[in-house]
C-alpha cells in the first residue's frame, strides 16, 4: 500500500506565507509526476502546481509567482511554499502522485487526504 500524507495547512493572514508538505510512504517504488490541487466545497478539484521526478514545474495562472512547488526523491517528498497568500486561496490542498508500488509493474494515482488551508483578510 502507498499512502501520501500532507501537512503543513493552517489559518494565515492575507499576505502571510505557508509550507505545505506531502511524503509518500509504504510500498513505493518509483514515483513519476507530484502535484497539488485544491478544492473548494461544491467545486471541482483543479491543479495548482505539478513537478516532475527530473524537476520540470507548471503553475496554474492564478499562482504563478507566489507559490513554488519542490520536490525531495530521496525522501518522497513534494512541497508547496505558498507566498502573497489571498482570501481566494482558501481550499482544502490535496497532493497527488503518479507512482509505481514496488510489487506492482504499474504505476497509479495517488491522493493525500486533504489539508485546509485558510486565508483571513
Known amino acids: 500500500q502507498v499512502q501520501l500524507v500532507e501537512s503543513g495547512g493552517g489559518l494565515v493572514q492575507a499576505g502571510g506565507s505557508l509550507r505545505l508538505s506531502c511524503a509518500a510512504s509504504?510500498?513505493?517504488?518509483?514515483?513519476?509526476?507530484m502535484a497539488w490541487y485544491r478544492q473548494a466545497p461544491g467545486k471541482q478539484r483543479d491543479l495548482v502546481a505539478r513537478?516532475?521526478?527530473?524537476?520540470?514545474?507548471n503553475y496554474a495562472d492564478s499562482v504563478k509567482g507566489r507559490f513554488t512547488i519542490s520536490r525531495d526523491n530521496a525522501q518522497n517528498t513534494v512541497y508547496l511554499h505558498m507566498t502573497s497568500l489571498k482570501p481566494e486561496d482558501t481550499n482544502v490542498y490535496y497532493c497527488n502522485g503518479v507512482v509505481r508500488s514496488y510489487d506492482s509493474l504499474y504505476f497509479r494515482n495517488y491522493w493525500g487526504q486533504g489539508t485546509q488551508v485558510t486565508v483571513s483578510s
Open positions: 509504504g510500498t513505493v517504488g518509483n514515483i513519476n509526476d
Open positions: 513537478i516532475s521526478r527530473g524537476g520540470t514545474t
